[in-house]
């Protein structure tokens, strides 16, 4: 493996120019973004270093492997009856708002695998994405949290919706609603992403560009109690220059962040001209948590595009793993002496040489990354290579692959691609085919029940670019599958008996994404 990558800190890779969505005639361009409430006190100018060659070698030494108490058993904690998940009209020619799907669980159910209940929201082309609890920061020895209400940022349209499952959990409501202008004026950000609460009770939320579609990073505020919007989290001068995912761990006061792309270009279509011209995200960002100041960074490659972030769950862990979409590296960050961190690559997987194809070479674009709670498997979604992977972490700095199942991908044996050269398999894959059913699209998000046997995922990335690689998924719906784990030795197997298929909805095929569960999942809860 490649040794860890030195710290560093890079300017802002692009600077253009574009009409912003106020610029329309009868329109007037918000004032600038005010200091609120929320901001942090002002920090004291930051101290860049380069890691020695020295300091590597010895933290790789002594640091090479932790060694956790056992984290809380989460193998009593009751199986997933419902879940929630995102659903988006977007780009699909439906002129339908996006919605909020409940879907039965219980095997014993006679609605199991079945969409048992639809919360439209008011509004169209808002492209629910992810989703988030108002509450999941517990204590390591307490992780009973009350999720009773479920946060929806909109990625295109930045709206923010609040709402209700505690009152009737197998038929939500909406509660609250936070208007794009609220966001663009108080905070000057947009292209809303990732939820999370904090150890406070507010509720923080990160952001992938301006309002005007330039790449911007850093996360929003609201509060905890009644969901106002309080403002930015971060200090104005250091905002990255975009963002997506992160994740946080208390007792080592820190917070790790991704970084996206540039809306207004790679919103549109992914065109390999904008490969070297900085519409791909690089860094790896990490903060403050309490004084919520950038102290580090880490330039992961050209292009790389880090999208997904996760700590492992045990809260006195100093260690987690991102995943890069376009390089397919996975880097394993862990913490030094003295409060530093350090990156090493700890897995590769390459790129296919093919043909019919948009470049040459297609990445597996890893979507995302999650971790079993009891810190056990590391588990990736390959969205156009097609596959699922579960890695071992007995030892942390050496995940082991241990199983790998395809359920769609852009590489199946039939269609448009031809895989030239492959260096990890022999032939394509097959198509996947479920209760007679196609399954187009590939893996994109994932959710893992508490004791880590069943493994539920989706097939839609985001909607223009499903649209482009994968207009099947768009004309047919999307659809979310369970796949078994076997806990014990590892290994993934596809469910064939469970299917909720978005392509038979009332309104029509709809693009499905995220996925949570109100007893608790493998994304919610942060111990502390």
């Not at 039939?414 to 996947?432: A, F, H, I, N, S």
Request: with cysteine; net charge neutral.
């Amino acid at each position: 493996m490649a040794p860890p990558l030195a710290a560093c800190f890079l300017p802002h890779p692009f600077a253009l120019d574009i009409r912003p969505p106020w610029s329309s005639p009868g329109t007037t361009q918000p004032a600038p973004a005010r200091q609120t409430a929320a901001a942090p006190p002002v920090p004291a100018p930051l101290l860049l270093r380069r890691v020695t060659q020295a300091a590597i070698s010895m933290d790789r030494c002594r640091l090479q492997c932790y060694d956790y108490p056992t984290c809380p058993d989460t193998v009593k904690a009751p199986r997933e009856e419902v879940a929630y998940v995102t659903c988006t009209y977007r780009e699909t020619c439906i002129d339908q708002p996006d919605f909020l799907a409940t879907v039965d669980l219980n095997p014993r159910s006679p609605y199991y695998g079945q969409v048992i209940h639809r919360l439209p929201m008011p509004n169209l082309k808002d492209e629910l994405h992810s989703s988030g609890w108002s509450a999941g920061c517990t204590c390591f020895d307490n992780t009973t949290a009350k999720r009773n209400k479920l946060i929806l940022p909109c990625l295109i349209s930045s709206r923010i919706y609040v709402v209700d499952v505690g009152s009737q959990c197998r038929a939500p409501k909406l509660c609250k609603m936070i208007e794009p202008v609220d966001v663009f004026w108080k905070c000057n950000k947009g292209y809303l992403c990732v939820v999370h609460s904090l150890p406070n009770g507010d509720v923080l939320i990160s952001n992938m560009g301006d309002p005007a579609g330039n790449g911007k990073g850093g996360f929003i505020v609201l509060d905890g109690e009644n969901f106002e919007l309080k403002g930015n989290w971060e200090n104005e001068c250091e905002a990255p220059p975009s963002g997506y995912d992160f994740w946080y761990q208390p007792r080592h006061n820190v917070l790790i962040s991704t970084a996206g792309l540039v809306p207004k270009r790679a919103g549109r279509c992914f065109n390999p001209d904008d490969l070297k011209k900085g519409v791909f995200g690089r860094r790896l960002n990490v903060w403050n948590l309490s004084c919520r100041t950038l102290v580090q960074c880490f330039d992961l490659g050209e292009d790389s595009l880090p999208l997904s972030v996760k700590f492992l769950h045990n809260p006195d862990a100093a260690e987690g793993y991102v995943s890069c979409a376009l390089s397919g590296i996975v880097y394993r960050f862990y913490k030094c002496e003295r409060d530093n961190w350090s990156v090493e690559e700890v897995i590769r997987i390459p790129a296919k040489d093919v043909t019919g194809w948009i470049m040459p070479k297609m990445p597996a674009f890893t979507v995302d990354l999650i971790i079993s709670t009891d810190d056990k498997y590391l588990y990736l979604s390959n969205w156009l290579h097609g596959d699922i992977r579960q890695y071992e972490l007995s030892r942390s700095c050496k995940p082991r692959l241990v199983g790998q199942v395809f359920v769609g991908g852009s590489i199946l044996r039939g269609g448009p691609v031809t895989v030239c050269r492959d260096e990890e398999l022999k032939c394509q894959p097959d198509p996947l085919v479920i209760k007679c059913k196609r399954v187009y699209g590939g893996p994109s998000k994932m959710q893992l029940s508490l004791d880590g046997k069943r493994l539920y995922v989706t097939n839609s990335f985001y909607s223009t670019w499903d649209k482009q690689f994968y207009p099947n998924l768009v004309k047919e719906g999307s659809v979310m599958l369970q796949i078994d784990v076997d806990t014990e030795k590892g290994g993934l197997t596809v469910n064939k008996n469970f299917l909720v298929d978005f392509g038979k909805e009332p309104n029509g095929p709809c693009l499905a994404h995220d996925i949570r569960f109100p007893c608790g999942d493998s994304t919610s809860d942060i111990l502390a």
